[in-house]
């Protein structure tokens, strides 16, 4: 890896791109709240829920294993009076949806060209793996009353009540007929607007990939940093950005540097947004934020 030259590409980007990419990021976390509102109780307000994702974002980036879902499920919990279980439950559906989307846009990505073989590998594991997460969801649904009667045969009261309501929050997206097709779309949207961040990004670096390429870089980078990894996903990001983009020959330097980019305009707005909500929430430090969740 030539540094020196990692450091020369970083002077393709100007400023009015890096605002644009900022803005159009945050944008994206309207959606996200939106989306998060439908699969949460009724009486839970938008202000509440935009806190708590955008909280819960930052906090990932200074948390280490994606601990900043906990400390958004703790947030919506302590604000609305919703079971910390329930609201963690409603995040893994929409880790579910963002899933196969993902996959899905990273199929589209790379339709019309030659990629390697891991790259149709890694589709199919991600459609196998979210695919699966979401029939057991129906299978779920359409046995709740079974559930919930085996639960209660549970010794522990607290057991029963953890077990029942993280059902009810797995199983709340098929409340209607077409709140599984809602929050699928939303899904969609949001990872278009953040393909628009890598576009930018691509652009402005003048790489020579294919228009839908942003959408597989995306993609593979956000499929991951799904599973636990340090704060921030350090080191993950950076990796599975530089290896989607040499699928097209990209030199890593160019590819590290525009990677670079991205993560930076995603990390640093974000953890500063999400750490202004701790006061809302009612936590005093990051520190207390953190004991409440251990």
Known sequence: MDWVSVIEAFNKVSLST?????????????????????????????????GAVVLGY???????????????????????????????ASILVERIFD???????????????STPTWVSSVGVLGLAIFGGALTIVMLLTLTRSLWDTKTNSLPSTKLQNFLQQFAKGLTLVWRTPF???T????????????????????????????????LFV???????ILAPTAPGYLGAFQYFGTLALNVWQVP???????????????YLPITI??????????FTSLTKLKSEIE
């Open 218 to 224: 995306m993609g593979l980078v956000n499929l991951g």
């Open 99 to 113: 899933g196969l989307v993902l996959v899905g846009l990273l199929y589209l990505g790379t339709r019309n060209s």
């Open 58 to 88: 930052g906090a990932n980036n200074i948390l280490p294993a994606r601990l900043g879902e906990i400390v958004r499920a703790q947030a919506i919990g302590k604000s609305c009076q919703i079971s910390r279980s329930f609201a963690l």
């Open 183 to 214: 929050i699928l779309g939303l899904s969609l949207t949001i990872w278009l607007v953040e393909g628009i961040v890598f576009h930018i990004a691509i652009q402005a670096f003048e790489l020579e990939v294919p228009l839908t390429a942003p």
């Open 179 to 181: 709140l599984p097709l």
């Open 252 to 266: 890593s330097e160019t590819a590290l540097a525009c990677i670079v980019v991205i993560h930076a305009c995603q």
């Open 18 to 50: 890096l605002i644009t990419m900022v803005g159009v990021y945050c944008l994206g976390f309207i959606i996200r709240a939106w989306r998060w509102k439908f699969l949460l109780p009724h009486r839970v307000s938008m202000g509440d829920s935009l």
């Open 273 to 282: 947004w999400g750490l202004s909500y701790i006061p809302y929430f009612g």
